[in-house]
């Protein structure tokens, strides 16, 4: 699936999750023993959700951001490739990182 051409709908972002491989020290961890990151980069973002007037308000993030976002959320997508996709809802996302 090429992921560059998701379009998500409503508030949903869609986010590769950044790979972590090593500890602060440089210690490498076994998968089973890490804790999967909470950071990623935005790939797509859908066209935001109307409010009461029926205007539309758009996301607070942009394709190519930087995001962490909270341990258990969203919607984790098969790939096929080492790469991890995730399907989020804008109030998941807790900061974009400069």
């Known amino acids: 699936m090429d992921f560059k051409k998701v379009k998500p709908l409503g508030n ?3 986010v590769r999750r950044s790979e972590v491989t ?6 490498i961890l076994p998968e ?3 804790e999967k990151p909470r950071q990623g980069e935005v790939i797509a973002v859908g066209p935001g959700l109307p409010n009461k007037k029926g205007e539309l308000i758009s996301l607070a993030v942009n394709v190519g951001d930087q995001v962490l976002f909270s341990s258990y959320s969203g919607t984790e997508l098969p790939s096929g490739k080492e790469d991890e996709y995730l399907i989020l809802s804008e109030e998941d996302i807790l900061e974009v990182l400069q």
């Open 12 to 14: 949903r972002i869609l």
């Open 22 to 27: 090593t500890t602060k020290n440089g210690i």
């Open 32 to 34: 089973s023993a890490q």
